[in-house]
């Protein structure tokens, strides 16, 4: 193929040099912190979500998840952090914690190529090629390049899907989010659902029982005074 401007010949360059040809390092070193110290972990999980467009649960599992593969070292041990939200969504609760066992048990191995762990005998060059694009695309999102950077992901995601070749980019922005958000509210739903059975047959149960106690031992301190 041929430049219709110049005539000149064009060449087939492969998506780590196409990035490579637009790096913006002055964008870069002021968004990811590099003048202004470092951004905190929950706000790149923030801003990853936000600028996706997506802040369904499965997206926000799906980052952490991924980003704890990422490196020879864990960060933590469950995938996604615990904190007080996790009484008002029990199932995602128990999930991760089914979801982060089978992590350790499974993500033994490590592959420096990508920096990335994997399963043991289940890592070849295409999964390595899809982390590291993985990996590249969040970097660009929190220091910024993604403005420059991502079309040439969609092309190249185009590209992989006519060949059936799975996507990084694709999976990051081409999600069914009606579908997550579905799941989202049936879960919090489920979790209402239970701590008002709790309150209402169980709790409110036991609260009539202590104060008929309550009552009792009144009048019967009340009774013996009188006598």
Not at 80 to 109: G, K, R
Not at 203 to 219: D, H, R
Request: charged letters at 20%.
């Amino acid at each position: 193929m041929q430049c219709q401007k110049c005539d000149g010949k064009l060449l087939d360059i492969s998506l780590p040099q196409a990035l490579k040809l637009s790096e913006h390092k002055s964008v870069r070193d002021n968004i990811s912190g590099k003048y202004h110290g470092q951004i905190s972990d929950s706000h790149k999980q923030y801003h990853l979500r936000s600028y996706i467009g997506n802040r369904s649960l499965f997206l926000d599992f799906d980052l952490h998840r991924n980003r704890l593969k990422h490196g020879p070292r864990l960060k933590r041990f469950f995938i996604a952090p615990l904190n007080f939200t996790v009484f008002f969504n029990l199932p995602w609760f128990f999930f991760n914690v089914v979801a982060t066992n089978l992590f350790h048990m499974n993500y033994t191995c490590y592959c420096s190529r990508c920096n990335t762990k994997y399963v043991k005998n289940s890592h070849n060059k295409e999964e390595c090629d899809y982390n590291i694009e993985y990996f590249q695309i969040l970097d660009d999102i929190i220091n910024g390049s993604i403005v420059y950077r991502k079309k040439i992901y969609d092309k190249f995601a185009n590209e992989k899907r006519l060949k059936n070749i799975r996507c990084a980019f694709n999976d990051l922005y081409k999600r069914n989010i009606r579908w997550e958000a579905f799941w989202d509210i049936l879960s919090i739903g489920l979790s209402i659902f239970f701590w008002l059975y709790i309150a209402v047959f169980i709790s409110y149960p036991m609260i009539q029982i202590l104060i008929q106690k309550i009552s009792q031992i009144e009048a019967y301190e009340f009774s013996i005074a009188t006598f």
